[in-house]
C-alpha cells in the first residue's frame, strides 16, 4: 500500500517555542491531505484539509493562526504549531489522500509533541 | 454533518470468543465506512472498509464487518479473538464525495486476557 511519513516522530519544546511537523506521501502524489489531533485515549479529531497550493480549510474551533499548515507541493504538506502551550500537547497524524478509483486516505504514523 | 458513535467503550473479552464491535452512523447520502485498529503509541492500520457491493465485508487479521443501511451500522466481527487483537478500534466513516475527510468515532478498546 502507499506509504505516508510524519517527521519528526515525536518533540518536546518549551513553552512559546513553535514546532513544525512534516508530512509526506512517498510514492505517490496527493492533492489533499488531512490533519488530525488525537488526545490520549480518544478518538482522531480532524483540525483541516490542505489540498496542494491552496489555504488550508479548517475545521470549526481549531485557530489556523495557532496551527499553520501549508501544502507546498504534491507530497509534502507541515503543520506549525505556532507559540505551543502545554495544552496543545497531543498526538497529531497526518493523512494523504490517494485519488484513485477507491479515493483512499492513507494515514502517516503520528507524532507525539509535548509541551513543558 | 456526518457524525459517528461506537457504543461500546471497552470490550473485555477472553481468548478465543468472539466479539463484536458496534459502530452506527448518521447519514441519508451514500457514505464509505472503515475500520481501523492502533495499538499503543502506533498509527493508524486499515482493517476492512466498505465502498459498495457486497454488505459483508472482509478484513486483516480475522475480522469482518456487516453494512446494514436500514439500521445505519456498520459492526466488526471476529469469531475468536487473540491475546494480540488487544488494541483501540476506530470507525470511521466519509462522504462518497470525492476529496472528503474521514471522521471517527471513539474508538473502543478491545482487551482480551486469557
Redesign the interface.
Known sequence: GAVVSQHPSWVICKSGTSVKIECRSLDFQATTMFWYRQFPKQSLMLMATSNEGSKATYEQGVEKDKFLINHASLTLSTLTVTSAHPEDSSFYICSARFAGPTDTQYFGPGTRLTVL | AQSVTQLDSQVPVFEEAPVELRCNYSSSVSVYLFW?VQYP????QLLL?Y?SGSTLVKGINGFEAEFNKSQTSFHLRKPSVHISDTAEY?CAV?DNQ??T???????T?LSVSS
Open positions: 481501523y503509541n502506533q498509527g493508524l472498509k465502498l476506530f466519509r470525492a476529496g475527510a474521514l471522521i471517527f468515532g471513539k474508538g478498546t
